[in-house]
């Protein structure tokens, strides 16, 4: 069964600072995806970035990155420049290929930007 | 881009009585739907996937006589929550994906809070 690792129940860090999340997964299958969403308050569920395990790049958006490293089954999320606007929970969630994306999400973890 | 719109945002109903909500994919086709759970403070968890013209699949725990799920045409899916109790508040979110394939952004509705007295 696959599996979904956020350990950072909480986060702060400085406005204008980078930050990093963590984010680690379990499974035995080769092909599959790599979301982080963010969901402020008010509950939306926000899409940040994608990851494909085929991948050969990490991938960026924006502020945003994607620490990939597939030998570690690890997928970091690093904001770049953090904005109070950022303040939120941060979701990081995992697909199989042609599951039809049936995501299965971490526990998350609530970042707070101080000014 | 694409939508996935929920209604209602925000209900409130007596213990016993059933609730609908539904979740629409404004601007595309959504072959298949996906009716997440949240409690407070906790993740997303998923409760089933909603397939146009066949049954729910439902994940292991979740009782499908009490989580009623309807996705009678490619933009329409419908979670009813039968005989709701207070344990069944909880946040319902659904999200729906655009096409084939299986990559990049899968589209969320903005949730449902439902509260039961």
């Known amino acids: 069964a696959q599996k979904i690792t956020q350990t950072q129940p909480g986060m702060f860090v400085q406005e204008k600072e980078a930050v990093t999340l963590d984010c680690t997964y379990d499974t035995s299958d080769p092909s599959y995806g790599l979301f982080w969403y963010k969901q402020p308050s008010s509950g939306e569920m926000i899409f940040l970035i994608y990851q494909g395990s085929y991948d050969q790049q990490n991938a960026t958006e924006g502020r945003y990155s994607l620490n990939f490293q597939k030998a570690r089954k690890s997928a970091n999320l690093v904001i770049s420049a953090s904005q109070l606007g950022d303040s939120a929970m941060y979701f990081c969630?995992?697909?199989?290929?042609?599951?039809?994306?049936?995501?299965?999400f971490g526990a998350g973890t609530r970042l707070a930007v101080h000014p | 881009g694409a939508v996935v719109s929920q209604h209602p945002s925000r209900v409130i109903c007596k213990s016993g009585t059933s609730v609908k909500i539904e979740c629409r994919s404004l601007?595309?086709?959504?072959?298949?739907m996906f009716w997440y759970r949240q409690f407070p403070k906790q993740s997303l968890m998923l409760m089933a996937t909603s397939n146009e013209g066949s049954k729910a699949t439902y994940e292991q725990g979740v009782e499908k006589d009490k989580f009623l799920i309807n996705h009678a045409s490619l933009t329409l899916s419908t979670l009813t929550v039968t005989s709701a109790h207070p344990e069944d508040s909880s946040f319902y979110i659904c999200?729906?994906?655009?096409?084939?394939?299986?990559?990049?952004?899968?589209?969320f509705g903005e949730g449902s809070r439902l509260t039961v007295l």
């Open positions: 969630a995992f697909d199989l290929a042609g599951g039809y994306n049936k995501l299965i």
């Open positions: 999200s729906a994906r655009e096409g084939a394939g299986n990559t990049g952004e899968l589209f």
């Open positions: 601007d595309f086709q959504a072959t298949t």
